[in-house]
């Protein structure tokens, strides 16, 4: 069985006139789509991070020729390393007083075992530790703008292979190393990074109330991350959604739900799939608050000499 989209862009994000809006990873994929869309809904400015600023010229040449009067701005970024998501951070507090929406994005799935520049697996470091410095680093933009605004949004992209995470949910003792898994381990290790999504949103709507916090599983859809798979991998990816893949164009529709969805839409800290259905997906992991605040700690260490 298939998933129940229900999404109008003009119905469920109202005009964004004003807004502020930062998207990691929205040069490609996932990222690009959501930008595309969410300028159509006219706010200010849209930030857009990633490493390829030819990626990112050609969303701000689509987002124009469709109309969109939108400023999109490229802030470079190397989630695979701390000082290179400080330095963006930074760029970004250094321009703007207001934030308005923090999606957090970027990611990549099943990719060789690999440390970023910082030491950790590289698939918890980039999906998971650079969006946490980010949040942290942002955090103050985002208190202020609900302060003044009335709204601030963190949204969290995660996946339901999180049910694939290895066992203990979160190993903590492997993280600073490739954590060789001898079985679907690219899977494990992303589903890993995944569930702390979940997790570290559950930790983030309990700690940081002012902020809306909006975990979503965007559903299963062709985008570049699925491309760059293997052949095998693409046959793991498949098997178990037959049936369940959105068109190319809709994959991005629950993260820019997330985006307008009225606050009587949604719990923070809760997790929603496509089109803003709260899960009935979760694991016991999901829940377990023992889990969220022994992330929450790790986390804190491995960020503290960025914030």
Not at 32 to 45: F, M
Not at 162 to 173: E, N
Request: glycine share 8%; with cysteine.
């Amino acid at each position: 069985m298939g998933y129940n989209v229900d999404f109008d862009l003009e119905r469920d994000v109202p005009n964004l006139t004003g807004k502020v809006l930062l998207v990691t990873g929205g040069t490609k994929g996932l990222g690009a789509g959501a930008t595309l869309l969410l300028a159509r809904r006219s706010p200010a400015k849209i930030y857009i991070t990633g490493r390829d600023e030819s990626a990112a010229n050609e969303v701000i040449t689509r987002a124009h020729e469709a109309g969109s009067q939108t400023q999109i701005i490229f802030l470079p970024c190397d989630q695979t390393s701390l000082a290179s998501v400080k330095q963006m951070a930074d760029d970004f507090l250094s321009r703007e007083s207001r934030l308005d929406v923090l999606m957090a994005n970027a990611g990549v799935m099943a990719i060789p075992a690999g440390l970023t520049k910082d030491g950790h697996e590289i698939q918890f470091g980039i999906n998971h530790v650079a969006h946490a410095l980010l949040i942290r680093k942002l955090q103050p933009v985002l208190r202020e703008t609900a302060s003044v605004y009335g709204d601030a949004r963190i949204i969290l992209l995660t996946s339901l292979a999180l049910v694939l995470a290895p066992r203990g949910g979160i190993q903590f003792d492997r993280l600073r190393t490739t954590q060789p898994i001898w079985f679907l381990g690219g899977f494990q290790r992303y589903a890993q990074s995944k569930l702390a999504s979940v997790l570290y949103g559950r930790e983030l709507a309990r700690r940081s109330p002012t902020i809306e916090t909006i975990v979503i599983h965007p559903g299963e859809s062709n985008t570049s991350l699925v491309k760059s798979l293997s052949w095998w991998q693409k046959i793991v990816v498949f098997l178990p959604n037959i049936g369940k893949f959105l068109p190319d164009e809709q994959g991005c529709w629950n993260q820019v739900w997330a985006v307008g969805a009225s606050k009587d839409k949604f719990v923070s800290g809760q997790m929603y799939e496509p089109v803003g259905d709260l899960t009935k997906s979760y694991t016991s992991w999901c829940l377990d608050e023992k889990l969220a605040n022994d992330l929450w700690d790790w986390t804190e260490d491995a960020i503290k000499a960025w914030v």
